[in-house]
T-cell receptor, first 116, second 115 residues
Framework: NAGVMQNPRHLVRRRGQEARLRCSPM?????VYWYRQLPEEGLKFMVYLQKENIIDESGMPKERFSAEFPKEGPSILRIQQVVRGDSAAYFC??????????????FGPGTRLTVL | AQSVTQLDSQVPVFEEAPVELRCNYSSSVSVYLFWYVQYPNQGLQLLLKYLSGSTLVESINGFEAEFNKSQTSFHLRKPSVHISDTAEYFC?????????????FGKGTKLSVKP
């Protein structure tokens, strides 16, 4: 039973390039969450998606960042025109969804983005 | 809105000594509480959680945490640590209402266990 998969594990981009981070949730999970971890900081919530729908994007920067979770395939976090301040570890988590109990989030190993 | 404060950024301790990692939270609504552990270059693993019921919760590897509503705390304890417990520990909260999507994390505490 594979866990949450993220790729690439490490990504290096030059300023101005685009970064695409992929997340495949655990089998059977329909909900995906993205978090960013800056150096010496805790994780900060970015966005929460279910298939083909953004549920909560209150933590997403207003510009350059977007996320999707299509009906087929992995969830994608896209960062356009990267800047050095985007260098961080980006973690994806997935969960089942039930109305009557807490939906535990399972985390992937993260993608470490370095912007040169 | 919720916030989480982990007062100690680093905690060095000798093997077999007891340890307490402190966590305080602030919230205007009821919350679920969590401790996650992160080993170097890995993702987060859930260590234990408080959802309801008994305020003392335990993990399979000897950690425990107690929810104290009056002090808004959820401190993590272990009576005797091992070298393998060296990791970063994150306290987190989530509202019991709404979409439950948003985990709020503290800044983390790096536990360093020395022989």
């Amino acid at each position: 039973n594979a866990g949450v998969m993220q790729n690439p594990r490490h990504l290096v981009r030059r300023r101005g390039q685009e970064a695409r981070l992929r997340c495949s949730p655990m089998k059977g999970h329909s909900h995906v969450y993205w978090y960013r971890q800056l150096p010496e900081e805790g994780l900060k919530f970015m966005v929460y998606l279910q298939k083909e729908n953004i549920i909560d994007e209150s933590g997403m920067p207003k510009e350059r960042f977007s996320a999707e979770f299509p009906k087929e395939g992995p969830s994608i976090l896209r960062i356009q025109q990267v800047v050095r301040g985007d260098s961080a570890a980006y973690f994806c988590a997935s969960s089942l969804w039930t109305r009557i109990s807490y939906n535990e989030q399972f985390f992937g190993p993260g993608t470490r983005l370095t912007v040169l | 809105a919720q916030s989480v404060t982990q007062l100690d950024s680093q905690v060095p301790v000798f093997e077999e000594a007891p340890v307490e990692l402190r966590c305080n939270y602030s919230s205007s609504v009821s919350v679920y509480l969590f401790w996650y552990v992160q080993y170097p270059n890995q993702g987060l693993q859930l260590l234990l959680k408080y959802l309801s019921g008994s305020t003392l919760v335990e993990s399979i590897n000897g950690f425990e945490a107690e929810f104290n509503k009056s002090q808004t705390s959820f401190h993590l304890r272990k009576p005797s640590v091992h070298i393998s417990d060296t990791a970063e520990y994150f306290c987190a909260v989530s509202s019991t209402r709404g979409s439950q999507g948003n985990l709020i994390f503290g800044k983390g505490t790096k536990l360093s266990v020395k022989p």
